[in-house]
C-alpha cells in the first residue's frame, strides 16, 4: 500500500491534545527554567502549605517549594530515567529479536525460550532485583525497569522482520546477491523501524509509570532533586492539609502516560497504514 | 492429552531453568560478591568477616560451582537465606504471606467482576458514544499510577469520610478497599481481552442466531459471548500475576499493611541480595505454575484451543 498522505487516519482530538502535551514535556526537558519563575529546591519559609492559586497553580508544599516548579524540573529526572529504560529494552530486544529472526532455526529456538522465560520473569521484581544488587538511583532503576521491556521489542522485532522479509524488495535484493547485513540494514530495519518507534512510545509511557512508582518506593534520586514519583512521596504525609501535594502531581502522571499511550497507538496505526 | 500436559510441563521446567540462569547472569556482572556489598555499610566488618561470610553463602567459589550450587538448592526448594537476618527466604516470608494472598486474590477475584462488568456494559449499551467511553476505560486504567490512586483513596476513606482506619485493624473494608485499588489496574488487560471477546463474538453466527431468536441480551452476553471469550480470559488471567504481585506490593505499602511488600522493600534497603533473589525466584515459579496451571484447564473451557494450537502451549496467545 502506498504510504502517501492521503493514506494516513487523520489524527482525532484525542491525539492532538496528547501530541501537545508531549511537545510540553518535551520543552520543560529542555528549559524548565521558562515555565517556571520558582526555585524547584528551595522554597519560602513564609508560604508554607498554600492552596492552589493563580500564583501557585499546584499549590506550595511544607518548605513553601512551588509544587508545579517541582513538577516542571522533575521531568528530567524522570523522564531521563524513562528514556534509560526504554534505551535498554529496545536495544537488547530489538538484538534477541533479530538473532531469532535472522540467524537460523537455532537461533530462533533459543531466542523464543529466553523470550518466554523474560515473559516468567516479574517486570516489577526484576527492577528491584536490580536495584538491591546496584544501590538505589537512576541509573540502576532505569536498567532494572527496561529489562522488564526486553520482551516486548524482542517479540515486536521479530514479527516485523519476518513480515518485512517476505516483501518483494526484500526478496528482490536478497536474490540481487545482498549480503547479511546489507540487507539488515539496507532493508529489513527500516522497515521494522514505524513499528518500534510506536511501540518505544507506548513503552516510555509504562516506563515513566514504573520509574515513578519506584521513585515513590524511594529507589530513585534522593531528595531534594525533584522527580515525580519522590514528589508524590513528599506529599504522603500531609494528606489532611495538604491535598494538593499529591493529587495534582499525580493526575499530571496519569494525564502523561494516558497522552504517550494513545501517541504511541496513533503512530502504530500510521505505521501500519 | 497426556502428551500435551507432558511437553507443557517440560517447557514451564525450560522456563525456569533459564529465569535462574538470567538472574544468575545479572549476579555475575556485579563489582563484588552480595556479601561484600552489603557488609560495605557496615563499619564493624572487616575482611575477615567478609570472607567468613562468603564462604558461608559460597560466593567464595569459581562461578560454575556457585551456577551448580544455587541450581540444586533450588530444586531441593530452597530459595537461599537472608543475609540481614540468616532466615531461610521461606522462614522470613512465611508469616506474612498470607496477608498478602488475601489482598492479591481479592483483588484478582474483584478484577476480574470489574472486567466482566466493562465488557457487559460495552455489548449491552446502544450508543456508540457511550460505548467508545467504556471501551477506553482498560487502557486509562493500565494508566492510573497504583500509588498514586492508594493515596487519594487514603485520603479520601479515611480523612474525608473517616470510614478507614489509616492502619489496618482486620475489618472486612481495611482488605476490600487496598483490594479495589490493586484491581484497578489489573482489569486493565482482563477487559481488554474481554472487550476483543465482545467484538468478534458479535459477528459469530452462533451469537447473531440467538439475537434473531429473540433472546434477552443479558442472556445472549452469559451464554455466548462470555463463554467464547472464556478460555482467552484465562489465558490473560495467568499473564496478568506480575502485574498484579507489583501492586499487591505498591498497595501494601500505602495502605501500611504487613506482607510480602514490607519484607522486600526492607530487603532492597538493606541490599540484601540473596533474599531478593529469592523472593524473584519464588514469584517467577508462582508465575510458571499459574501458566501451567490455566494451559491445563484452557483446553477443558473451550475444547477449540486444543485443536488449533496443538501443543505449543496456549498462554502464549493472550500475552
New interface residues.
Given amino acids: 500500500m502506498p504510504r502517501g498522505i492521503g493514506a494516513l487516519p487523520l489524527p482525532g482530538p484525542a491525539t492532538a491534545l496528547s501530541a501537545l502535551l508531549v511537545l510540553v514535556l518535551v520543552a520543560w526537558l529542555v528549559v524548565p527554567g521558562l515555565f517556571t519563575s520558582y526555585d524547584p529546591l528551595v522554597g519560602d519559609s513564609a508560604e508554607v502549605f498554600l492552596a492552589p492559586s493563580v500564583a501557585h497553580p499546584f499549590g506550595t508544599d511544607h518548605l513553601g517549594r512551588d509544587v508545579l516548579a517541582r513538577v516542571i524540573h522533575g521531568t528530567t529526572q524522570t523522564a531521563l530515567t524513562a528514556g534509560l529504560a526504554v534505551l535498554v529494552g529496545l536495544a537488547l530486544g530489538t538484538a534477541i529479536g533479530l538473532a531469532s529472526s535472522t540467524l537460523g532455526p537455532w537461533a530462533d529456538a533459543i531466542s523464543m ?2 523470550i ?11 527492577a ?9 538511583g537512576p541509573v540502576s532503576l532505569g536498567v532494572g525497569v527496561g529489562i522488564g521491556s526486553i520482551v516486548l521489542f524482542a517479540r515486536v522485532t521479530r514479527a516485523e522482520v519476518l513480515r518485512v522479509r517476505a516483501l518483494d524488495y526484500v526478496e528482490a535484493s536478497k536474490l540481487a546477491g545482498a549480503g547479511y547485513f546489507r540487507q539488515l540494514f539496507g532493508h529489513i530495519l527500516p522497515g521494522a523501524a514505524g513499528a518500534l518507534i510506536a511501540l518505544a512510545v507506548v513503552d516510555f ?1 509504562a516506563a515513566v ?1 514504573a520509574v ?2 519506584l521513585g ?4 530513585g534520586t534522593p531528595p531534594p532533586t525533584p522527580e515525580w ?1 519522590l514528589i ?1 512521596a513528599e ?2 504525609n500531609y ?2 492539609n495538604a ?1 494538593w501535594m ?2 495534582l502531581p ?1 493526575t499530571f ?2 494525564l502523561v ?2 497522552a504517550l ?1 494513545v501517541l504511541g497507538r496513533y503512530l502504530g496505526k500510521v505505521t501500519r497504514a | 492429552m497426556l502428551r500435551y500436559l507432558a511437553s507443557r510441563a517440560g ?1 514451564a521446567l ?3 531453568w ?2 535462574y ?3 544468575f547472569v ?2 555475575q556482572t ?1 563489582p563484588s560478591d ?1 556479601v561484600t ?1 552489603f557488609l560495605a555499610s557496615d563499619a564493624g566488618a572487616d575482611q575477615e568477616l567478609i570472607d567468613r561470610v562468603s564462604a558461608l553463602y559460597g560466593y567464595d567459589r569459581p562461578w560454575f560451582e556457585q551456577y551448580a550450587l544455587q541450581l540444586g538448592n533450588l530444586l531441593r526448594g530452597e530459595f537461599g537465606f537472608s543475609l540481614s537476618t540468616g532466615q531461610s527466604v521461606l522462614e522470613r516470608i512465611g508469616s506474612v504471606v498470607g496477608s498478602t494472598l488475601a489482598l492479591a486474590s481479592t483483588g484478582l477475584l474483584l478484577s476480574v467482576l470489574i472486567a466482566i462488568g466493562i465488557s457487559a456494559i460495552a455489548f449491552l449499551v446502544d450508543s456508540p458514544r457511550l460505548r467508545a467511553v467504556i471501551v477506553a476505560a482498560p ?2 486504567f ?8 492508594g ?2 483513596v ?2 479520601v476513606f ?2 474525608q469520610l473517616r470510614i478507614l482506619s489509616l492502619f489496618p485493624d482486620g475489618s472486612l473494608l481495611s482488605l476490600l478497599i487496598p483490594a479495589l485499588v490493586l484491581a484497578i489496574p489489573v482489569s486493565a488487560p482482563i477487559a481488554q481481552v474481554l472487550l476483543t471477546g465482545v467484538e468478534q463474538a458479535s459477528e459469530l453466527a452462533f451469537v447473531k442466531t440467538a439475537r434473531a431468536k429473540g433472546a434477552r441480551p443479558m442472556r445472549v452476553f452469559w451464554h455466548h459471548v462470555f463463554r467464547s471469550s472464556l478460555g482467552a480470559t484465562t489465558a490473560v488471567i495467568g ?1 496478568t ?2 502485574v498484579l ?2 501492586g499487591s ?2 498497595t501494601e ?1 500505602v495502605f501500611a499493611r504487613p506482607g510480602l511488600g514490607s519484607v ?2 526492607r ?3 538493606a ?3 540473596p533474599l ?2 529469592g ?2 525466584f519464588l ?2 515459579l508462582v ?2 505454575v499459574a ?1 501451567l496451571v490455566v494451559d491445563l484447564i484452557t483446553p477443558l473451557l473451550d475444547p477449540r484451543v486444543l485443536r488449533s494450537v496443538g501443543t505449543r502451549g496456549v498462554s502464549r496467545l493472550g ?1
Fill in positions: 525460550r529466553v518466554d522465560a523474560l515473559i516468567a520473569l516479574p517486570a516489577f521484581m526484576v528491584l532485583f536490580v536495584v538491591s544488587a546496584y544501590g538505589a509511557g509509570l515513578s512508582a515513590y518506593l524511594g529507589f514519583g508524590i506529599g504522603r494528606l489532611a491535598w499529591t493529587s499525580g502522571v496519569l502516560v494516558v499511550g | 517447557q525450560v522456563v525456569l533459564i529465569t540462569t538470567i538472574v545479572l549476579i556485579l552480595p556489598i487502557s486509562l493500565s494508566s492510573i499510577p497504583v500509588f498514586w490512586l493515596i487519594v487514603l485520603q479515611s480523612f499473564t500475576l506480575g504481585i507489583a506490593v505498591i505499602t522486600l522493600l530487603a532492597v534497603i541490599q540484601d541480595v531478593v533473589q523472593l524473584v514469584t517467577t508465575v510458571v501458566a500475552a
